[in-house]
């Protein structure tokens, strides 16, 4: 009688605990529904965010973003090119960002770093993309050294003769590398702090010291790419899809790492070829752009 009751108790224990399938569809209906508002709210904040930001540098960014961009410009001139060319050098730029994410990414089989990571890739896409089209998209200012008002020192002339995106604002490459130094930060402290630095003196600097960029759109990057990356990481829902990813790829990682060479290996391009990718697809579907 005792092993009856015993057997009857734990069964129910078990139905209690374990959903129906009708409960189990209700319940995916239900978190679908529950997630879907954190993820209009964060699509939502950071286009916000970004129309502000242009705004604001349309509206203030007047006299002393002229001032400080002469200033700077002012160290520029045709003997200094090599400084421009060495920090304009994909490699020389970009190693101790991508040395520092690979280093992260091997640094032992943690799923959920890895998640995070992933998270932050999808965050620094948006961000760059965002950076593009606010570009093409908002008129906020000419580019400085298409502007034949300033007089600036033009190391190389022939910077102004082809240019598809002549408003500058934000700068996407200072987008692309902050957001990817953010990444780093979230996952230490240290190496990201350096990485923040040299982003800033090797990358950001001398696109306002050569004329590409304004003061202020260096100062828009530096909010957008972080703010893309820490919104990304504020929302619970991308990291737990990337998590399950992994566990259903835990046997294959192989394929992961190799679209994660993939990913990085464009970045460190500023996504060139996803750019011309897009506006082939933009000429071939007629879409204006």
Known sequence: MKRQLAKNET?????????????RSCWDKLSRSTLSAPVIALVAAILGLQLFAARFSETVGGAWDRDLLLRLNSFAATDSLYVWELANNSLFRGFPIFFSILALWFAGDDRERRSRMLTGFVAVCLATVLSVWTQFHFATHIRPLLDPALPLNVADPRWSLDWD????FPSDTSTLFFALATLILIENRLVGLLCFLW???????PRVIFGWHYPSDVAGSLVLGPACVLLFYATPYPRALFE????????????VHALLFIFLSDASMLFVSLQKLGKDLVRLLGWPH
């Open 165 to 168: 995106r002549r408003d500058s």
């Open 11 to 23: 069964s129910s224990s078990v139905i209690s605990i374990v959903p129906t399938e009708g409960a």
């Open 244 to 255: 399950r990813m992994l566990i259903r790829l835990r046997d294959h990682m192989y394929i």
């Open 199 to 205: 982003v800033a003196v090797i990358i950001a600097v």
